[in-house]
């Protein structure tokens, strides 16, 4: 299923790159920065940009920085570059649009089921608190945007959206009591899901 979205998102990006060069040279296309107003009062940095590429096509990069080596008493430091292609049903960055999005990401956190205090047993037969144990690796995402922007004045713009795909992640497993690994793998473990991993509300600004 992976590689079935793979190749739509890829797909979507090409014929977004092909529209762009259809459109006359002399277009003027805007270009918006942008930053994430849901994560900003818990400093958690989330800022793009906007490139016009036609009359309804976009390209979006953004960055998302997590710097909390622990928040609430977990951990929650995640450093991630996306890029996504949006096409919009009126016109560029006004109303509603469909995205398809490619990310990577690094981290060191502890997943939100591993947050109770529930106690398990390891491969070894190691008793383990569940609340202790925490995840480092890295993953790449590739999934499918839905957002509405609103025009709150000529320079102005309000995006609202939320992404959902399949990530596919490479960690190790720690225990903070003994900072040793839990899991029994010699290398990296594997997990893949789907999941909603985007969203947000973005204050955009137009440049030009």
Excluded: C
């Excluded at 106690?119 to 480092?136: A, I, P």
């Excluded at 959902?164 to 992640?169: L, W």
Aim: proline share 1%; charged share 20%; aromatic share 16%.
């Amino acid at each position: 299923m992976k590689y079935k979205l793979l190749a739509g998102v890829l797909a979507f990006l090409a014929a977004g790159t092909l529209n762009a060069q259809e459109q006359e040279q002399g277009q003027d296309k805007s270009l918006y920065i942008k930053g994430n107003a849901l994560f900003a009062p818990i400093g958690i940095i989330n800022v793009g940009v906007e490139k016009q590429l036609s009359s309804k096509y976009t390209l979006q990069g953004d960055v998302f920085i997590s710097p909390w080596k622990s928040f609430a008493g977990h951990e929650l430091q995640i450093y991630s570059l996306s890029i996504e292609g949006r096409y919009y049903f009126n016109e560029a960055f006004k109303h509603w649009y469909i995205g398809a999005n490619i990310g990577v990401s690094a981290y060191n956190l502890q997943k939100w089921n591993y947050w109770k205090d529930t106690v398990t047993e390891n491969w070894n037969g190691e008793l383990l608190v569940n609340s202790n144990l925490y995840q480092k690796g890295y993953s790449y995402t590739l999934g499918i945007t839905g957002g509405y922007q609103f025009q709150l004045s000529e320079r102005l713009n309000l995006d609202i959206y939320a992404t959902v795909g399949t990530s596919q992640g490479f960690y190790k497993g720690y225990d903070r009591t003994t900072g040793k690994r839990y899991d029994s793998a010699e290398g990296f473990n594997k997990s893949g899901e789907i999941i909603p991993y985007r969203g947000g509300v973005m204050i955009s600004y137009k440049l030009k």
